[in-house]
DNA sequence: CTGAAAGCGCTAACAT
DNA sequence: ATGTTAGCGCTTTCAG
């Protein structure tokens, strides 16, 4: 119906150059000197008639797209489902959209992911990059890109990065269940060398180990489908009958640790005390209530935006990169109570 | 480093004219019967110097972005971020991109969100639409912008649609109720008259009047802070002790009620039997189990993609509108045995 | 203070 | 079968 106008129709209608319109468009109108009165014309017919600039065209000449690749695990998993929202509105706020999309941690989709976000010329990127994606953030920061990796990071590239303290927060989780008088502690976990489960890894080990006990560690290959994680997580807990406790390194090995426990008619924390990473409804709902490891979402989402949009709007490209370590809280509920 | 190349530069370093590569990249070569070795050649060049097309260049020139902008009411509810992974897969597939943004039910948020999109020549639009939309969904309709709701649809908007038969697993869930013997049974819904919570509602109605018995209905305001939620279950609750059964009418006011009704410490279904709307994690886990209504999310995102994939590759937009209404299934559950 | 004009990279009608 | 060229709508330099 009605036609999208142009700054040339609206130049035409009001008689002057679409130069004008332009500068005063994207506020130069100051520095243009162009007179108050006009200014004030040219806003109020843009506003009458709902011009709106086609994002595109100016785009495609400015080189800025005002939108952010936000690349996730996946975003059907509650902790970054989470973040993604919080992100989006900050992002909304400051006059930015969000593409996203879940890489599955698979190394392959995500340099398809990347080399896809690059077409769109998006402007900025947040990721928690899988392993083995080294060469290709540092090419996207070569070319000037600016990236911000959260969650983990990559030891190998000097990139900014947010994560939490993973290192003390699990070194304390499993403090917790050693006080609690618990000593046959086993560490679920994927397979895998992400700085962040390798650093809750390396907690757990250092807390048991300080303590004279001997380290129980299960790793399982990441997959997107539960049963594969269901599986080997019953088949380790039936053959280790003797364990008291089991810390699981993320929320999802978490859920379907609980799956298993049930489907194994286990008693928490009588047959078997439970601490698990990452904080939400299913740990706070579940009969104990399961102790858990808070990570500071907002906070999180607050650091990560905040330091794109500084790279955004960086006169020089060359800051030092910043790595923000964030402080967790550890939620003790029933779970691990007392033995 | 490298600069970016255009395909000026490729038509340069191959000696021919850029719109012979254009129609090469383009799929154009047969109609336009350019030799099979030049096209060879020309494919081989491109891929070697790992040339991309400008998607910007290519959008504005031909109107279309390849972008599909999809409004939900929460990414970070659970059921619209597992839709959300699974149309963006789907999408991903078919070469379009996803942006999507929370609408918080918001109907001036989600007018603007719409502006945006249109700013950003979305090419399509999948939304669950909140109340007093119609107008704004009605205009994208008429510009010939194509448009799927979902979960839910807008009675005045003749738009294609694909949701769940609301009313039938209502009615179900409330007999169900009912047969297994509980006859003090609340609906705790949100305020609103989007089409799903309505239809939800009438058949709760529907079910008890049928038996005779009285329906008790709370509505409250939806938000999208807890708090504002949980206070007014724990009110209702409270004030309602001879209630022998509750349905939630969301999964989210579902899991808002199993805190209160852990922090009030009923036990069920011995206080107080529940059933919910959507099944996950939370309600599989929860001691007992919650008896749930299982919305098909697979097929729902199959259908809205598919259909907005017919709308964006129409020939003609005169297509009829489709209503789509899927089935969905009870999983009954230890919170709703037998009285 | 304002306008003319070049050009971002691409597509497609039109020419050859 | 391939090349020429006119824009898509906008920003910005350069001239008044």
Redesign the interface.
């Known amino acids: ?2 036609k999208k106008l142009s700054i040339i129709d609206i130049a035409n209608s009001l008689n002057i150059s679409k130069t004008t319109i332009s500068f005063i468009l994207n506020g130069k109108a100051q520095e243009k000197r162009i007179s108050e009165e006009l200014v004030a014309t040219v806003l109020k017919y843009v506003e009458e008639v709902g011009y ?6 100016k ?2 000449r400015t080189g800025k ?1 005002h ?1 952010i690749g936000l690349m996730v695990e ?3 998993n ?1 902790f970054f ?2 973040i ?2 919080l992100i ?2 900050k992002a ?1 706020e400051n006059g930015y ?6 890489t599955d941690n698979d190394t392959n989709k995500t340099q398809e992911l990347i ?2 976000f ?4 998006v402007d900025g990127y947040i990721i928690a990059p899988p392993e083995g994606i080294e060469e290709d953030i540092r090419s996207l920061i ?2 000037g890109l600016p990236v911000v990796l959260f969650d983990r990071h990559l030891p190998k590239v000097d990139t900014d990065f947010v994560e939490i303290d993973n290192f003390f927060c699990s070194y304390n989780a499993t403090r917790h269940l050693v006080d609690q008088g618990y000593r046959k502690i086993a560490f679920i976990t994927f397979l895998s060398s992400q700085t962040q489960l390798n650093s809750r890894l390396q907690g757990f080990k250092e807390a048991v180990l300080e303590n004279g006990i001997e380290p129980i560690i299960e790793e399982i290959l990441f997959n997107h489908n539960e049963d594969l994680i269901i599986g080997p997580i019953t088949e380790f807990l039936q053959k280790n009958k003797h364990l008291d406790a089991v810390f699981f390194g993320t929320n999802h090995m978490g ?1 379907c640790g ?2 298993v426990i ?1 489907a194994l008619g286990l008693k928490v924390p009588r047959d078997l005390a439970i601490v698990s990473f990452d904080d939400y ?2 740990f ?4 104990p209530p399961v102790t858990a490891i808070a990570q500071p979402i907002e906070e999180i989402a607050d650091n990560v935006i905040t330091v794109l949009l500084n790279k955004l709007n960086a006169p020089s490209h060359h800051q030092k990169t910043r790595s923000i370590v964030l402080k967790t809280s550890l939620n003790v509920r029933g779970s691990s109570e007392k033995k």
């Open positions: 119906m009605k709106k600039p086609n994002s595109l065209a785009s495609l797209s939108t996946d975003i059907s509650p489902a989470s993604a929202r989006e509105d909304y959209k969000i593409i996203y999309c879940s080399v896809m690059r077409e769109r010329h070569k070319d859920t609980l799956k049930n409804d299913v706070k709902l579940y009969s």
